[in-house]
């Protein structure tokens, strides 16, 4: 078993793509949401972190996986693990 920390950074709704005939997005409502785009993505793309941690050989036990742009956006990229995540003490309680 693998155990890896993946977050998706900021994800907003409008930004996501239509997909026929299931959701459809107006052109008024991908107007609003452009905005927005410069902070945060799609749900399509904020879900890259969790499946790069499924299916990639090269991810290891214990890494951290997250957006690349400030944390907020863009491809996953490898973080360091520090702060409450690196804690050794509170990992073996669990």
Do not use: Y
Request: no cysteine; charged share 15%; hydrophobic share 45%.
């Amino acid at each position: 078993m693998t155990s890896v920390v993946v977050h998706p950074g900021g994800a907003f709704d409008a930004l996501t793509p239509s997909r026929p005939p299931v959701h459809v997005r107006t052109t008024g409502q991908l107007l609003r949401g452009l905005p927005a785009r410069i902070l945060v993505q799609s749900k399509d793309i904020a879900a890259r972190p969790s499946v790069l941690a499924v299916l990639d050989p090269a991810v290891h036990v214990g890494q951290l996986w997250g957006p690349r742009a400030f944390g907020a956006r863009g491809n996953p990229r490898l973080e360091p693990v520090k702060g409450p995540l690196a804690d050794t003490t509170t990992a073996a309680r669990l």
